[in-house]
């Protein structure tokens, strides 16, 4: 995962890392997206399901409004 940046592209770091992750023959590799305040609920579901994207993020009503399982509270671990 790149360093998060103010001039970062975001959407271009998630598909990087979903492209690199895929690689892994083994499938143990799970990409981590990276989100923002404005990540929509819907990028986020899309990002889990269609790329395998595990979500590690502070803002909890994004998870809420997904409906997908969490690990804990703050910061939360998001999966589908």
Do not use: H
């Not at 994207?53 to 997904?66: A, G, W």
Request: with cysteine.
């Amino acid at each position: 995962m790149g360093f998060p940046n103010a001039a970062m592209d975001v959407a271009a770091n998630n598909a990087w890392i979903a492209e690199q992750t895929k690689k892994d023959p083994s499938g143990i590799s799970k990409p981590q997206m990276m989100v923002t305040p404005q990540t929509t609920a819907d990028e986020v579901r899309a990002a889990v399901l269609e790329d395998g994207f595990v979500v590690q993020e502070p803002f909890i009503s994004i998870q809420c409004l997904c409906g997908f399982r969490t690990v804990s509270s703050a910061p939360s671990l998001c999966y589908a």
